[in-house]
């Protein structure tokens, strides 16, 4: 079966760090982008990050820049997401996405996505 399952969610206090862990299955996730969304409740889904195919491109939402890092390794059929400096306003579930509908996409028609992972910044 076709499967994106993310790991790695958790409850860490401001300023720690959390890394994030997506695993693919029933596919090969060699030939897509791939990315992370978010949405806490009471907002709008977010695009954090997108990394494309070979990890040539990679793209983040300006409220994460300069703290997130989004890295794959194929061979695997994992993709991550490590989330340094963390903000209570990080606080959200997470899901980590892929774009299988176009090769060399952007995440911007990701049509595959995990169960999500909850992530909790507080003090």
């Known amino acids: 079966q076709l499967q994106l399952v993310e790991s790695g969610g958790g409850l860490v206090q401001p300023g720690g760090s959390l890394r994030l862990s997506c695993k693919a299955s029933g596919f090969t996730l060699d030939y897509y982008a791939a990315g992370w969304f978010r949405q806490a409740p009471g907002k709008e889904r977010e695009g954090v990050s997108c990394?494309?195919?070979?990890?040539?491109?990679?793209n983040y939402a300006d409220s994460v820049k300069g703290r997130f890092t989004i890295s794959r390794d194929n061979p695997k059929n994992m993709f991550y997401l490590q989330m340094n400096s963390l903000k209570p306003e990080d606080t959200a579930i997470y899901f980590c996405?892929?774009?299988?509908?176009?090769?060399?996409?952007?995440?911007?028609?990701?049509?595959?996505w995990g169960q999500g992972t909850q992530v909790n910044v507080s003090s």
């Open positions: 990394i494309s195919s070979t990890g040539s491109r990679i």
């Open positions: 996405v892929v774009e299988r509908g176009r090769k060399e996409g952007n995440c911007g028609e990701a049509d595959s």
